[in-house]
């Protein structure tokens, strides 16, 4: 298939001007495509596709796109949804209010039982402990144990000096 270039009606200063300022990657190649079909220093698809080492049919798209919507539509950059979370944003701010308290839970299996038992939502103990430690950026307020020797003896700082120096 043998279609013709699009033309480009940007000027080779703008695209260069816009190709120094881009911090992404993908839409600097897109730009350098641009750019080298503006000046002349390609001619076809192919020879752009070598010099960009990108697929023939990536750059065919990249001007499909430029031609049908012009720059801003090829800079525009398909971003996947990804997963909805199965905690809801009012059952999270509960959660987070009750890892406020200071009593709190103790621990992250406690966590998951209250979101089954009060909110009707079942996660993994994996899942509890992601959303509990890296998205909230909280820990259950468990009161742990000291060490055990220091529950035995329990000295006064005076006399356990006076115990090192005699």
Do not use: C
Not at 15 to 26: C, G, I, Q, S
Not at 52 to 76: D, F, K, M
Not at 99 to 128: C, I, M, N, T, W
């Amino acid at each position: 298939m043998n279609t013709p270039l699009p033309t480009i009606t940007e000027s080779p200063e703008v695209l260069h001007k816009h190709l120094r300022t881009e911090r992404d990657a993908k839409r600097r190649y897109r730009l350098q495509a641009l750019y080298l079909l503006a000046t002349g220093q390609v001619t076809s698809r192919g020879a752009l596709a070598h010099l960009l080492a990108v697929h023939r049919h990536t750059i065919r798209a990249w001007l499909t796109r430029y031609a049908a919507g012009g720059l801003p539509a090829l800079l525009t950059l398909k971003q996947a949804p990804g997963k909805r979370s199965t905690v809801s944003p009012p059952v999270l701010a509960k959660l987070r209010a009750r890892l406020d308290e200071p009593r709190g839970f103790a621990s992250y299996k406690e966590v998951q039982q209250y979101l089954a038992r009060e909110h009707q939502v079942s996660l993994s103990y994996s899942a509890v402990h992601a959303l509990v430690r890296y998205k909230l950026q909280a820990k259950p307020k468990a009161p742990r144990r000291s060490q055990p020797k220091k529950s035995l003896r329990k000295l006064p700082s005076s006399s356990r000096h006076s115990l090192r120096n005699s």
